[in-house]
């Protein structure tokens, strides 16, 4: 497997402009060369492969060699100096090398192909897409964009985005960033979790909510700031978001933005026996007209590969008493209080008792109230650990708690949060009764030969939520991990270095 990485590595290197190792015999590579045309003012020459689709540029005042894509127009792609010609692909053989990441996964190098030929794509149509930030000129000319629409100029990017969607543990948000960290710092880029980005959009329309069409102003906002969107786990749950969705995303395209999304869901399943789906089915046409949409297969669980420990993670009744004493401990003799945090649009959310960065909830008060994952993500731009007592077994009497454990866990893992906590059960105990339609009716001749005794009553069959709790019960596997725990102690003493470091949202109740 690593023989195919270097293999694949070395085909993209020469696609994208790498100076090859010092190993690297050369003058094999120009053996099917031809020369096509010399020079002199840039004292370079070029040579054409046999093939007919590539590049080369050799300097003879130095030791330069650089191969590059021609563009569909024919033109030569000459190599933008202050960009990373590497890419994904180089990085992921690196990490390998290092022993950062487990060799071996011809998913994720599938996968990785698509990223780099995406990152070449986006290298060579730079100018085209408007990557670079705009001068301040430049901005200032299409702030005015609201005042000129007589004639609305569209504009969409020569480039494809990316959708990736696979199981749980598969490496998705992994990838991407990996691609993500590769791209120039000067391009207009964001990466976001879907949660905070839809969080961010809504606050913008409460804003504008006075304009005729608020969702255009929105967009064209969220284009002046990014041109390349990264989405991590795009899943559509809410109504209020499936219904603008397609709106949003056709003015975004319009604009030129390109987008690159993680998901558990095929674009055909997201939003999947939701409220007025039909109203959200133009928007997974209008994904598919702008994504390359990718699979990554693979049986492997990365997550559950870290090695577990018996750390915060308590199963049992009447643990009450632990959680409190493991807490103190964490607080390091602080005076634990009621607390306030600031949320969205002015909302505040009670923190029963918090000091040292530490929250601590009974289960009711988290996921028994109408919060969100606006609440969540206030909750833990102030605190970095919560302590969470009583995770009940979910079934159809708490399904409404089990989604807003599932979006909690989720906000915990995007922040790197540390999890305390005791459960009835173990991860995977908690969701037993939660299934797919699919899961339930393969159960189906089995429960009918049950004995009467069995109780069945409170399975929740239920799509959404059924695809959701693999993700749950691999975070929380993952987050009870030595690796996770050793990395958030090393992030926790960092950010402690900083002057600014504090629960700067947080106010006594």
Not at 255 to 266: E, K, M, P, Q
Not at 341 to 368: I, K
Not at 414 to 424: I, K, M, V
Not at 437 to 461: E, F, G, N, W, Y
């Amino acid at each position: 497997m690593r023989r195919y990485v270097r293999l694949l590595l070395r085909n993209y290197r020469l696609l994208s402009g790498q100076k090859e190792p010092a190993n690297y015999s050369i003058s094999l590579a120009q053996r099917n060369l031809t020369r096509a045309n010399y020079s002199s003012a840039s004292a370079s020459s070029y040579y054409r492969l046999a093939a007919g689709d590539v590049y080369v540029d050799k300097f003879f005042g130095g030791s330069r060699f650089v191969i590059s894509r021609r563009s569909s127009t024919g033109a030569v792609a000459v190599p933008n100096g202050g960009v990373n010609r590497g890419g994904p692909l180089v990085e992921y053989e690196r990490r390998i090398s290092e022993g950062e990441l487990v060799d071996g996964d011809a998913c994720q190098v599938g996968t990785l192909g698509e990223l780099q030929r995406l990152y070449d794509q986006l290298v060579e149509s730079a100018d085209a897409c408007k990557l670079d930030r705009y001068t301040a000129s430049d901005k200032s000319a299409r702030s005015r964009w609201l005042w000129s629409r007589l004639r609305p100029q569209y504009s969409y990017s020569p480039v494809k985005g990316l959708y990736l969607y696979g199981g749980v543990g598969t490496g998705k948000t992994m990838l991407m960033d990996l691609f993500f960290d590769q791209l120039p710092q000067n391009w207009r880029k964001k990466r976001i979790h879907f949660h905070d980005f839809m969080l961010n959009v809504h606050s913008r329309l409460q804003k504008h909510k006075g304009v005729a069409d608020p969702l255009e102003v929105v967009a064209g906002e969220i284009s002046d700031e990014a041109i390349l969107l990264c989405l991590d786990e795009f899943m559509v749950n809410d109504v209020a978001d499936a219904l603008i969705l397609n709106r949003l995303f056709r003015h975004l395209f319009s604009n030129g933005v390109i987008l690159v999304a993680t998901s558990n869901r095929a674009p055909d399943n997201l939003y999947e026996r939701g409220l007025q789906r039909d109203l959200f089915m133009p928007f997974i046409a209008t994904l598919k007209e702008r994504c390359v949409v990718h699979e990554i297969g693979s049986s492997v669980d990365y997550r559950k590969k870290t090695s577990a420990q018996q750390g915060f993670y308590f199963v049992g009744k009447d643990l009450s008493n632990l959680l409190r004493q493991k807490f103190e401990e964490l607080i390091g003799g602080q005076a634990a209080s009621e607390q306030e945090v600031e949320v969205v649009m002015g909302r505040t959310l009670q923190v029963p008792l918090g000091a040292n960065g530490c929250a601590y909830f009974p289960f009711e008060e988290l996921c028994d109230r109408p919060l969100g994952a606006a609440d969540y993500i206030g909750l833990f731009k102030s605190f970095h650990t919560l302590a969470l007592e009583g995770v009940p077994v979910f079934g159809l009497h708490n399904r409404t708690a089990a989604y807003r454990f599932v979006t909690l866990v989720d906000v915990m893992y995007e922040h790197r949060a540390r999890l305390l906590c005791t459960a009835e059960g173990s991860p995977l105990d908690l969701f037993e009764k939660v299934v797919t339609i699919a899961d339930a009716q393969r159960m189906a001749p089995r429960t009918s030969t049950r004995s009467s005794k069995s109780d069945d009553s409170d399975l929740c069959v239920d799509n959404e939520l059924g695809f959701a709790k693999d993700r749950t019960i691999s975070r929380l596997t993952e987050m009870n991990s030595k690796e996770y725990l050793e990395q958030f102690e090393e992030s926790l003493a960092e950010k402690q270095l900083l002057p600014e470091a504090g629960d700067l949202n947080v106010v006594p109740a």
